[in-house]
T-cell receptor, first 112, second 112 residues
Framework: DAGVIQSPRHEVTEMGQEVTLRCKPI?????LFWYRQTMMRGLELLIYFNNNVPIDDSGMPEDRFSAKMPNASFSTLKIQPSEPRDSAVYFC??????????FGSGTQLSVL | GQQVMQIPQYQHVQEGEDFTTYCNSSTTLSNIQWYKQRPGGHPVFLIQLVKSGEVKKQKRLTFQFGEAKKNSSLHITATQTTDVGTYFCAFPSMNRDDKIIFGKGTRLHILP
């Protein structure tokens, strides 16, 4: 199995632009988590899904952030419009019936 | 509300010395997990502890879960340069057992 696949690995964009991060979980896993990592705030849980249904999005910073999971093999995290304070590493992780998480390699986002 | 503190934030040790990181919770935890993140990498699952007073070993790593299930520790004996990285505890949220929250992490630096 290829593991959790995230794309792109790096994204540099200008303030105000829309950013879309993508994640393909491990086949058969029923949980998908989106985390954001910064030096100041550590690993923050943004949102997580179970069987493609969003369970808890209380960690999503504001309305500029949205996440979808249209099917069991794909999820997106969208930021529109992006701001410099959104710069961070965004990780996607999947799990088979909790709790061991398998993380992707992350997307390093820089908003200028 | 639930508060979990991971200490220390940073630790510098000479190669060959021991290292310990602690996670302390204000509430009883149903379980706790430990992850390691190498510099520039993604978190990788190490172990899960479930039982009160549980002790598990993985080579030079010893994991403990307190009797009251409010604290946990990870101890590394005779550190090596390959142990460099950040060690995180992770635990379920108070209100949802499948909502996984991460501690702030302990960054371990090895001095040759």
């Amino acid at each position: 199995d290829a593991g959790v696949i995230q794309s792109p690995r790096h994204e540099v964009t200008e303030m105000g632009q829309e950013v879309t991060l993508r994640c393909k979980p491990i086949s058969g896993h029923d949980y998908l988590f989106w985390y954001r990592q910064t030096m100041m705030r550590g690993l923050e849980l943004l949102i997580y899904f179970n069987n493609n249904v969003p369970i808890d999005d209380s960690g999503m910073p504001e309305d500029r952030f949205s996440a979808k999971m249209p099917n069991a093999s794909f999820s997106t995290l969208k930021i529109q419009p992006s701001e410099p304070r959104d710069s961070a590493v965004y990780f996607c992780a999947s799990s088979l019936t909790y709790p061991r998480l398998f993380f992707g390699s992350g997307t390093q986002l820089s908003v200028l | 509300g639930q508060q979990v503190m991971q200490i220390p934030q940073y630790q510098h040790v000479q190669e060959g010395e021991d290292f310990t990181t602690y996670c302390n919770s204000s509430t009883t935890l149903s379980n706790i997990q430990w992850y390691k993140q190498r510099p520039g990498g993604h978190p990788v699952f190490l172990i899960q502890l479930v039982k009160s007073g549980e002790v598990k070993k993985q080579k030079r790593l010893t994991f403990q879960f307190g009797e009251a299930k409010k604290n946990s520790s990870l101890h590394i004996t005779a550190t090596q340069t390959t142990d460099v990285g950040t060690y995180f505890c992770a635990f379920p949220s108070m209100n949802r057992d499948d909502k996984i929250i991460f501690g702030k992490g302990t960054r371990l630096h090895i001095l040759p």
